[in-house]
């Protein structure tokens, strides 16, 4: 029997051989390969997202502009629901028992074990009635979401919208996005997204098979709490915000003031207009769906996206590039028979003889015309278009045709015709100062922005530099001091110049083309401008400041298809100074109401026109204006899409959203 | 003369004793730790498994030391009565039995507790076949004998795959190395090796033709050299056209014989699918569970997967997992080193046993043992398919403990009197 004795060893080393196998395959499952533990976690761990509260929007006093408002979703998790009184619930909530079923399904179909929200965007107050019972309801939890908010309902354009990031900018953000962010599409929301956006915070949950949260992870050692955006004050000024809003209702313009001393804007007004509050909550695409329907487009950032030829406002520009270049004193005059050398431009009548501050103060077309005639030859008629390359040069130092870099995206340039431009269409060296002479009177090809029409103001309120203009004055408790804000930028003229530019402004409001908008008390100095429209009746535009002796406020303001720049946009202009420098308007009422109940919406075919053409092109970069006519004074509301100016892409945009 | 109840006191094998009670311990704990439960966070919480398992433990202990005070004599004599109470139980689980898991393994007991006769069929099995073999003049190598040890082996295992209960049905099928000892041709092993070899490949494969070609072919080599023994040449070509006729009826077996969770389960182990979700679903979390534990593993009671329950059958079939997980690479090879030790002390007592019946009985306690190791801890690292038994004295179960704890302890009882047939 013990013959077989040596067959243990046999036994033996096939026992031990199997059990070395089955140590190296654990070798290998647990030293060798990372995956595991990979998987392991993966199983277990989920990380949560806690979003914070947006940074709020002030004005420079501290009122509030927008803040966030907390909503409250109530999800469910079917399989901890226990037994409840459904009809009580359904009560609570406010909706009947089929669509209590109907949600219930929907939520067993979406998972049993999950939680989806049953109801959404309950408001803090039908909140409170349920937070206290809701507990008597297991399986059903609420989440808090918040929302923007506009108390005031003002400043739509300025401030922009948010909505949920999309992949795009995801992609374009390297991971900073995650879906289900929010981000700052427009306005001071998407040019201060960094600042407003806070930082998410993450939660680290185990969970376990079932997928119930079972606790966080490592004790929350590795959770970042969510820390809530930064406040932002803005330097607008929520009174003479609300006042213009109100002065343009049914009108189609822009104001835009700013205060000359330090670049702040004061107010952005961009009409039509819509309550911000419409671009919140589950409306929001419906809302913004109308609105891209709306000829008007109150999409467009009308201050710093909508070019016009400035007019008449363009003149002391003229005057003081005249002076500088030595072409012209304040006393040089030139007689006006009501058409220049009998032909164009016109003047509305007869002026006479008129020296720089009556010019400006009737506004001369002859005048200017002579002067502009003067000024491009000085060179003798050869050199045309080197006097005219000296001319532009002087007049983008004053940031025509050039952006002003204003602290929104998606701001225009505005357009200055070059020699090249000139050369193309005349002919090389065909060209005289004839040719473009409505430049003179800021006619022709030139195109300016609200904004940039402010600026001039400024610059000349501060007798030759202006600071760049923002609207932020502070981030959460610090003030906001850049380098970029607080350099003055000159515009190549000479201080000493100003005065007599600014005698005939005066004059302007005391007793010239805007002497019914003067204010009482205040001296304000301005320029009103008419732009011609082929469409219809012509834009008001009105540029000043006040009050003459340290300037607190420079303002533009353009009213479409209100006629004369007297006729609407003075007015309005000098209730926005008043209301700003006094804090009331004493003027009579009847009158303001006058103006402020005007309503002065254009013909829409011509924005359905211009609609209709955006839709149908492929490429919204390439969109060409059909603005540019080839002699004499320009058109109408002119949208230029160039570059970076997204306004039809906006709208476009807009379209698709319709479908969140 | 030696008193019966001192000798055996020395002469229990101590170290034996002691490993059993090291793997009922790291069994306890671990068993606490995959099924902790906070509301009962006591060890020995009694409606808890863990609570549970420790009863079970201490009258596992109680039935050693019982058996231990026998006279072995007696347990010889009754071999074949328990062969017959645990065939008689074995019928009486098909007939009367709790259906639990698709398996009809468990008889109902008062007072709540479940009875698994197969746990008790692997030791009455064992001791039969000892008692057979030991007897005077039975030879395995002649065929009478041969077959009718093959009876006693298989005659449980086809109650048992009647159940059905594959897992507890392979285990006999270890008892090969109780007949290799005895003098079985190691041709056996190595065909049986083979053959697992060809049933693994044919199903691998999945080319008939192509398996046959290459058999052919390969015999046709063997020929080729050895063609001038005649003898050699006839027994391949006889053993090629058997190999030929199990490659078919593995493929017959396998398509039409086996069940589909059965043969998703082999799929599985072989890499022909990758489930899982499903029924790889065990496999794959278990071997999740084991990789992340690394070398020294995430602590006592700190295995997520454990904690949040991933792997099923956690105290049960998978209790590996918690060992691999919460003790590492470390904790996992000290398990099985132990394992290994146990399996080899058993052979040392077998090899020093003076009866046959003691020996022959030892290396059956040793191939169950092994066998439940290799595929317990084969299926949670994945290179086994998952077949459900359990690691012994660590897997939570009370027949499975005390079967064990019989094995065992009877093991040490004929070893305590290894000296005896001297004073006899």
Same mark, same amino acid.
Request: proline content about 5%; overall charge positive; charged content about 20%.
């Given at each position: 029997m013990n013959s077989f004795f040596v067959r243990r060893y046999v036994i033996a080393g096939i026992f031990i051989s199997i059990i070395v196998i089955l140590a190296a395959k654990l070798f290998y499952i647990q030293v060798i390969d990372k995956e595991y533990s990979i998987y392991a976690t993966k199983n277990v761990l989920r990380s949560i997202k806690i979003y914070p509260a947006r940074g709020p929007i002030y004005d420079r006093n501290n009122n509030v502009l927008v803040q966030n408002e907390a909503f409250y979703d109530i999800n469910v998790t079917p399989k901890e629901v226990k037994p409840f009184d459904t009809l009580e619930f359904c009560k609570l909530l406010g909706i009947d028992k089929p669509e209590f079923d109907k949600r219930f399904e929907k939520a067993i179909k979406y998972s049993p074990n999950l939680s989806s929200p049953f109801e959404k965007q309950l408001t803090a107050q039908t909140y409170a009635s349920i937070s206290e019972r809701l507990s008597e309801f297991t399986g059903f939890s609420a989440v808090t979401r918040y929302m923007r908010t506009y108390p005031d309902s003002v400043a739509a354009q300025f401030l922009g919208y948010i909505s949920e990031v999309n992949d795009k900018e995801i992609k374009r953000s390297g991971g900073r996005y995650q879906p289900g962010d929010y981000i700052g599409e427009t306005g001071v929301e998407k040019a201060y997204e960094d600042v407003l956006r806070g930082q998410v915070g993450v939660e680290n949950m185990v969970y376990n098979s079932h997928g119930k949260a079972m606790g966080h992870y490592a004790n929350g050692v590795y959770d970042t709490a969510a820390r809530a955006g930064d406040r932002l004050t803005s330097s607008l000024d929520i009174r003479i915000q609300k006042l213009g809003e109100q002065l343009m209702q049914n009108k189609v313009g822009s104001i835009i003031a700013i205060e000359p001393s330090t670049g702040e804007i004061l107010c952005f007004v961009s009409s039509p207009t819509y309550d911000p509050n419409l671009m919140v909550g589950r409306e929001r695409g419906n809302n913004a769906a109308k609105m891209y329907k709306n000829p008007y487009t109150p999409f467009l950032i009308r201050p710093i996206q909508a070019y016009y030829p400035p007019g008449s406002s363009f003149k002391p520009l003229n005057a003081l590039i005249a002076l500088q270049e030595g072409i012209i004193t304040p006393q040089t005059s030139y007689y006006c028979t009501g058409a220049y050398k009998g032909g164009l431009p016109r003047c509305d009548e007869p002026h006479g003889e008129s020296d720089l501050a009556r010019g400006i103060a009737v506004s001369c077309n002859t005048y200017f015309a002579s002067v502009f005639e003067k000024l491009l030859n000085i060179n003798g008629p050869r050199n045309t278009d080197s006097t005219f390359v000296q001319w532009r040069k002087n007049v983008s130092k004053f940031s025509f045709g050039e952006r002003l870099g204003i602290d929104l995206p998606n701001e225009g340039k505005g357009f200055m015709p070059t020699a090249d431009f000139y050369n193309k269409r005349f002919g090389v060296n065909h060209w005289r100062s004839s040719s473009i002479l409505s430049l003179a009177i800021g006619q022709g090809e030139l195109l300016a922005t609200p904004l940039q029409m402010a600026n001039i103001e400024c610059t000349i309120a501060n007798h030759g530099f202006y600071y760049r203009p923002h609207l932020i004055k502070a981030i959460g408790d610090k003030q906001i001091t850049k380098a970029e804000y607080t350099q003055r930028n000159y515009?190549?003229? *000479? $201080?000493?110049?100003?005065e007599p530019v600014i005698d005939g402004m005066q004059e302007v409001v005391e007793s010239g083309t805007a002497a019914s908008s003067k204010i009482p008390g205040i001296i304000m100095c301005g320029k009103t401008g008419t732009a011609q429209n082929s469409h219809g009746k012509n834009h008001s535009i009105f540029v000043a400041f006040a009050p003459r002796d340290h300037p607190r406020i420079a303002i533009a303001v353009v009213v479409e298809n209100a006629g004369q720049g007297a006729w609407y946009a003075a007015p309005i202009a000098s209730y926005i100074v008043e209301k700003y420098l006094t804090d009331t308007i004493k003027r009579p009422m009847d009158e303001f109401n006058r103006i402020k109940d005007?309503?002065?919406? $254009? *013909? $829409?075919s011509f924005y359905y026109s211009q609609i209709r053409k955006d839709a149908l092109r492929d490429s919204l970069k390439k969109l060409k204006a *059909?603005?540019?006519?080839?002699?004499?004074p320009v058109k109408s509301v002119v949208i230029k899409k160039k570059n970076d100016n997204k306004v039809a892409y906006l709208t476009s945009t807009l379209k698709r959203k319709e479908n969140e | 003369m030696n008193n019966p109840q001192r000798s055996f006191f020395f002469n229990v094998d101590w170290v034996t004793v002691i490993i059993y009670l090291m793997l009922c311990t790291i069994g306890w704990f671990n068993i606490h730790s995959a099924v902790f439960d906070p509301h009962h966070p006591s060890i020995i919480a009694l409606d808890t498994n863990y609570g549970k398992q420790f009863i079970y433990i201490i009258s596992g202990i109680i039935l050693g030391i019982f058996i231990l005070l026998l006279e072995s004599r007696f347990i010889t004599a009754l071999a074949p009565a328990f062969y017959g109470i645990t065939t008689f139980l074995l019928i009486l689980v098909l007939v009367h039995g709790k259906n639990i898991g698709g398996n009809q393994a468990w008889i109902a007991l008062p007072g709540g507790f479940r009875l698994q006769p197969s746990e008790f069929a692997k030791f009455s099995t064992c001791l039969l076949l000892a008692r057979y073999l030991s007897g &005077?003049?039975?030879?395995? &190598?002649e065929l009478k004998s041969f077959a009718i040890a093959a009876g006693i082996i298989l005659f449980p295992m086809a109650l048992i795959m009647l159940q059905p209960d594959a897992g507890s049905t392979l285990v006999f099928s270890c008892l090969i190395f109780v007949l290799y000892r005895e003098g079985l041709s190691p041709y056996f092993l190595i065909l049986e090796g083979m053959f697992i070899t060809l049933f693994v490949l044919t199903i691998k494969l999945n080319n008939l033709t192509y398996m046959v070609v290459s058999l052919v072919l390969i015999a046709a080599i063997i020929i080729l050299i050895f063609r001038r023994n005649r003898k050699l040449v006839s027994t391949i070509l006889i053993g090629l056209a058997i190999t030929i006729a199990f490659v078919f009826s593995v493929k017959f077996l396998y398509n039409d014989v086996l069940q589909p969770h059965q043969k998703v389960r082999i799929d599985i182990v072989l890499g022909i699918t990758t489930d899982l979700r499903g029924k790889g679903y065990n496999v794959n979390q278990s071997k999740i569970a084991i990789g992340s534990g690394k070398f020294w593993g995430k602590g006592y009671m700190q295995g997520t997967q454990t904690k949040y329950s991933f792997v099923p059958e956690q105290s049960t079939d998978f209790i590996f997992c918690t060992i691999g997980e919460e003790w590492g690479f470390a904790g996992a090879i000290f398990v099985l080193g132990l394992y290994l030790f146990l399996v080899l002390r058993i052979i040392y007592i077998a090899e020093r046993q003076r009866s046959p019946f003691s020996r022959i009985y030892a290396y059956g306690v040793a191939s169950v043992i092994f066998f439940h190791v290799v595929i317990n801890i084969g299926m949670t690292i994945g290179i086994v398919p998952s077949i459900g038994i359990p690691l012994p004295l660590i897997s939570y179960g009370g027949s499975s403990l005390w079967s064990f704890t019989i094995l065992i302890f009877v093991l040490l009882k004929l070893d305590s009197n290894r000296m005896g047939i001297i004073y006899a």
């Amino acid at each position: 029997m013990n013959s077989f004795f040596v067959r243990r060893y046999v036994i033996a080393g096939i026992f031990i051989s199997i059990i070395v196998i089955l140590a190296a395959k654990l070798f290998y499952i647990q030293v060798i390969d990372k995956e595991y533990s990979i998987y392991a976690t993966k199983n277990v761990l989920r990380s949560i997202k806690i979003y914070p509260a947006r940074g709020p929007i002030y004005d420079r006093n501290n009122n509030v502009l927008v803040q966030n408002e907390a909503f409250y979703d109530i999800n469910v998790t079917p399989k901890e629901v226990k037994p409840f009184d459904t009809l009580e619930f359904c009560k609570l909530l406010g909706i009947d028992k089929p669509e209590f079923d109907k949600r219930f399904e929907k939520a067993i179909k979406y998972s049993p074990n999950l939680s989806s929200p049953f109801e959404k965007q309950l408001t803090a107050q039908t909140y409170a009635s349920i937070s206290e019972r809701l507990s008597e309801f297991t399986g059903f939890s609420a989440v808090t979401r918040y929302m923007r908010t506009y108390p005031d309902s003002v400043a739509a354009q300025f401030l922009g919208y948010i909505s949920e990031v999309n992949d795009k900018e995801i992609k374009r953000s390297g991971g900073r996005y995650q879906p289900g962010d929010y981000i700052g599409e427009t306005g001071v929301e998407k040019a201060y997204e960094d600042v407003l956006r806070g930082q998410v915070g993450v939660e680290n949950m185990v969970y376990n098979s079932h997928g119930k949260a079972m606790g966080h992870y490592a004790n929350g050692v590795y959770d970042t709490a969510a820390r809530a955006g930064d406040r932002l004050t803005s330097s607008l000024d929520i009174r003479i915000q609300k006042l213009g809003e109100q002065l343009m209702q049914n009108k189609v313009g822009s104001i835009i003031a700013i205060e000359p001393s330090t670049g702040e804007i004061l107010c952005f007004v961009s009409s039509p207009t819509y309550d911000p509050n419409l671009m919140v909550g589950r409306e929001r695409g419906n809302n913004a769906a109308k609105m891209y329907k709306n000829p008007y487009t109150p999409f467009l950032i009308r201050p710093i996206q909508a070019y016009y030829p400035p007019g008449s406002s363009f003149k002391p520009l003229n005057a003081l590039i005249a002076l500088q270049e030595g072409i012209i004193t304040p006393q040089t005059s030139y007689y006006c028979t009501g058409a220049y050398k009998g032909g164009l431009p016109r003047c509305d009548e007869p002026h006479g003889e008129s020296d720089l501050a009556r010019g400006i103060a009737v506004s001369c077309n002859t005048y200017f015309a002579s002067v502009f005639e003067k000024l491009l030859n000085i060179n003798g008629p050869r050199n045309t278009d080197s006097t005219f390359v000296q001319w532009r040069k002087n007049v983008s130092k004053f940031s025509f045709g050039e952006r002003l870099g204003i602290d929104l995206p998606n701001e225009g340039k505005g357009f200055m015709p070059t020699a090249d431009f000139y050369n193309k269409r005349f002919g090389v060296n065909h060209w005289r100062s004839s040719s473009i002479l409505s430049l003179a009177i800021g006619q022709g090809e030139l195109l300016a922005t609200p904004l940039q029409m402010a600026n001039i103001e400024c610059t000349i309120a501060n007798h030759g530099f202006y600071y760049r203009p923002h609207l932020i004055k502070a981030i959460g408790d610090k003030q906001i001091t850049k380098a970029e804000y607080t350099q003055r930028n000159y515009v190549g003229i *000479d $201080p000493q110049y100003f005065e007599p530019v600014i005698d005939g402004m005066q004059e302007v409001v005391e007793s010239g083309t805007a002497a019914s908008s003067k204010i009482p008390g205040i001296i304000m100095c301005g320029k009103t401008g008419t732009a011609q429209n082929s469409h219809g009746k012509n834009h008001s535009i009105f540029v000043a400041f006040a009050p003459r002796d340290h300037p607190r406020i420079a303002i533009a303001v353009v009213v479409e298809n209100a006629g004369q720049g007297a006729w609407y946009a003075a007015p309005i202009a000098s209730y926005i100074v008043e209301k700003y420098l006094t804090d009331t308007i004493k003027r009579p009422m009847d009158e303001f109401n006058r103006i402020k109940d005007a309503n002065l919406m $254009p *013909d $829409p075919s011509f924005y359905y026109s211009q609609i209709r053409k955006d839709a149908l092109r492929d490429s919204l970069k390439k969109l060409k204006a *059909d603005s540019l006519h080839k002699k004499g004074p320009v058109k109408s509301v002119v949208i230029k899409k160039k570059n970076d100016n997204k306004v039809a892409y906006l709208t476009s945009t807009l379209k698709r959203k319709e479908n969140e | 003369m030696n008193n019966p109840q001192r000798s055996f006191f020395f002469n229990v094998d101590w170290v034996t004793v002691i490993i059993y009670l090291m793997l009922c311990t790291i069994g306890w704990f671990n068993i606490h730790s995959a099924v902790f439960d906070p509301h009962h966070p006591s060890i020995i919480a009694l409606d808890t498994n863990y609570g549970k398992q420790f009863i079970y433990i201490i009258s596992g202990i109680i039935l050693g030391i019982f058996i231990l005070l026998l006279e072995s004599r007696f347990i010889t004599a009754l071999a074949p009565a328990f062969y017959g109470i645990t065939t008689f139980l074995l019928i009486l689980v098909l007939v009367h039995g709790k259906n639990i898991g698709g398996n009809q393994a468990w008889i109902a007991l008062p007072g709540g507790f479940r009875l698994q006769p197969s746990e008790f069929a692997k030791f009455s099995t064992c001791l039969l076949l000892a008692r057979y073999l030991s007897g &005077t003049n039975i030879k395995v &190598t002649e065929l009478k004998s041969f077959a009718i040890a093959a009876g006693i082996i298989l005659f449980p295992m086809a109650l048992i795959m009647l159940q059905p209960d594959a897992g507890s049905t392979l285990v006999f099928s270890c008892l090969i190395f109780v007949l290799y000892r005895e003098g079985l041709s190691p041709y056996f092993l190595i065909l049986e090796g083979m053959f697992i070899t060809l049933f693994v490949l044919t199903i691998k494969l999945n080319n008939l033709t192509y398996m046959v070609v290459s058999l052919v072919l390969i015999a046709a080599i063997i020929i080729l050299i050895f063609r001038r023994n005649r003898k050699l040449v006839s027994t391949i070509l006889i053993g090629l056209a058997i190999t030929i006729a199990f490659v078919f009826s593995v493929k017959f077996l396998y398509n039409d014989v086996l069940q589909p969770h059965q043969k998703v389960r082999i799929d599985i182990v072989l890499g022909i699918t990758t489930d899982l979700r499903g029924k790889g679903y065990n496999v794959n979390q278990s071997k999740i569970a084991i990789g992340s534990g690394k070398f020294w593993g995430k602590g006592y009671m700190q295995g997520t997967q454990t904690k949040y329950s991933f792997v099923p059958e956690q105290s049960t079939d998978f209790i590996f997992c918690t060992i691999g997980e919460e003790w590492g690479f470390a904790g996992a090879i000290f398990v099985l080193g132990l394992y290994l030790f146990l399996v080899l002390r058993i052979i040392y007592i077998a090899e020093r046993q003076r009866s046959p019946f003691s020996r022959i009985y030892a290396y059956g306690v040793a191939s169950v043992i092994f066998f439940h190791v290799v595929i317990n801890i084969g299926m949670t690292i994945g290179i086994v398919p998952s077949i459900g038994i359990p690691l012994p004295l660590i897997s939570y179960g009370g027949s499975s403990l005390w079967s064990f704890t019989i094995l065992i302890f009877v093991l040490l009882k004929l070893d305590s009197n290894r000296m005896g047939i001297i004073y006899a």
